[in-house]
């Protein structure tokens, strides 16, 4: 079957514009989390969806924002990018919250200028 | 706050060396423990995992890791690599007091040179 979907692949945005990234899960999963990857900071947890609610956020500013749909589908938003947003933004679905066992998609790799 | 060190940065071996890569956690209660890696130009994908029972887990490519509960580590080990190991691989934890949110160590790199 069919791996976690994310588009776009890859952006080129400004400093000061904003940015959505979807994400389709794994069919029949329920969950997905999204992480932001970086060189320096590694792999920072974002927020985790179940069931079009939020379980789980993590530490990041308000401009990152994400929600769930009916269907599973995700979608993250970050408002005012900044420099320091550019990295591969990776979703990942699983079929239960709570399980750790995740599977991921290959990410959409956000360049700030 | 709950967090996972992963010791070495980047590790390079020679095909047949043996494998050992270590991943501690702060002490956060109850916890489920994972290894993840990520091959060349490919996604992150589970390799193990550990939640109750045997200490010693094997997942999948004759990997295995060992949970010891006493020194909050779960090192991952390999017998005899391969070329195809080479990848970057993650420790990770899910700590129920943090609402079972997975948090990953900053990974390993190893190079296996044929």
């Given at each position: 079957k069919a791996?976690?979907?994310?588009?776009?692949?890859?952006?080129?945005?400004?400093?000061?514009?904003?940015?959505?990234?979807?994400?389709s899960p794994i069919s029949g999963h329920r969950s997905v989390s999204w992480y932001q990857q970086t060189p320096g900071q590694g792999l920072q947890?974002?927020?985790?969806?179940?069931?079009?609610?939020?379980?789980?956020?993590?530490?990041?500013?308000g401009r990152f924002s994400g929600r769930q749909f009916s269907n599973s589908r995700?979608?993250?938003?970050?408002?005012?990018?900044?420099?320091g947003d550019s990295a591969l933004y990776l979703c990942a679905s699983s079929l239960l919250p709570?399980?750790?066992?995740?599977f991921f998609g290959e990410g959409s790799r956000l360049t700030v200028l | 706050a709950q967090s996972v060190s992963q010791h070495n940065h980047h590790v390079i071996l020679s095909e047949a060396a043996s494998l050992?890569?270590?991943c501690n956690y702060s002490y956060g209660g109850t916890v489920n423990l994972f290894?993840?890696?990520?091959?060349?130009?490919?996604?992150?994908?589970l390799l193990l995992k550990?939640?109750?029972?045997?200490?010693?887990?094997?997942?999948i490519k004759g990997f295995e890791a060992e949970f010891i509960k006493s020194k909050f580590s779960f090192n991952l080990r390999k017998p005899s690599v391969q070329w195809s190991d080479t990848?970057?691989?993650?420790c990770a934890v899910t700590y129920k007091a943090a609402g079972n949110k997975l948090t990953f160590g900053g990974g390993t790199r190893v190079l296996v040179k044929p």
């Open positions: 791996g976690v979907t994310q588009t776009p692949r890859y952006l080129i945005k400004t400093r000061g514009q904003q940015v959505t990234l979807s994400c947890f974002l927020f985790e969806y179940f069931s079009e609610t939020q379980r789980n956020k993590g530490n990041f500013p995700s979608e993250m938003n970050v408002s005012t990018l900044e420099l709570d399980t750790g066992e995740l | 050992e890569l270590g290894w993840y890696v990520q091959y060349p130009g490919q996604h992150l994908q550990y939640f109750s029972g045997d200490p010693l887990v094997k997942g990848a970057e691989y993650f």
